[in-house]
């Protein structure tokens, strides 16, 4: 978790010195002329969007950091910069503060995501098999965290069938998905049970890249 609140308060900071890179942009607007934005436009645009995308990311686009920024940061005025700046240092204040929840999906993400580019480098060096079997270990874990987040009762016994089971019919994801899974988890079943002929290298590329995407989606 450490690695990576580090990395997203070292992004906050890079925002806040280029809010004030943009800000230094200011040029007045001609005389008699009122509410025209007065900094650089492309500038301005560039850091609202780098930094509405961070705090979705980091705190969700219901949260109020993201409502305060949507609400306060419009147009390219020193005045809306000086709001953004104020609500990125909330932001990184609460960070530092462990007030947020949402960074624990981060870790979670960037976990999955550490052994799924594990699994593609033994297929890629010919261990078909073992990425398979590695695949499918994440996409189990994937799925008890899924249930966990939507306080779906999970046992020590359920396997990706029964986990595909209990949250599809909680609709957190729909039938199509569900039995995109339960293909999965025949490879997987192949994998662990020795029938490696029943497969081929291709097939647990496709898996990788599908699982890689569910979870994203759905974590």
Known sequence: MKQVKEKIIE????????????????????????G?????????????SNTEQLITLVAGANSVYHKNFIE????????????GIGILRA???????????????????????DFLDMASHLLESGYKDSAASLVGAVLEDGLRKI???????????????SLNTKIADQDIYNRLAQRQIQTWKALRDS????????YKAEDVEDVLNGVRRFLTEQL
């Open 11 to 34: 992004r906050i900071d890079q925002l806040l010195q280029k809010a004030e890179r943009v800000k230094a942009t200011y040029t007045p607007n001609p005389p008699n002329v009122i």
């Open 36 to 48: 025209f934005p007065t900094l650089d436009e492309d500038a301005f645009l560039e850091w609202k």
């Open 72 to 83: 306060s940061v419009k147009r390219g005025h020193r005045g809306h910069v000086d709001s």
């Open 91 to 113: 932001l990184k204040e609460d960070l530092q503060g462990g007030f947020l929840d949402n960074i624990k999906g981060l870790v979670i993400a960037e976990v999955f995501a």
């Open 147 to 161: 249930a966990t987040k939507h306080n779906i009762q999970v046992k020590n016994n359920d396997d990706i069938g």
């Open 191 to 198: 994998a662990d049970h020795g029938k490696f002929n029943e």
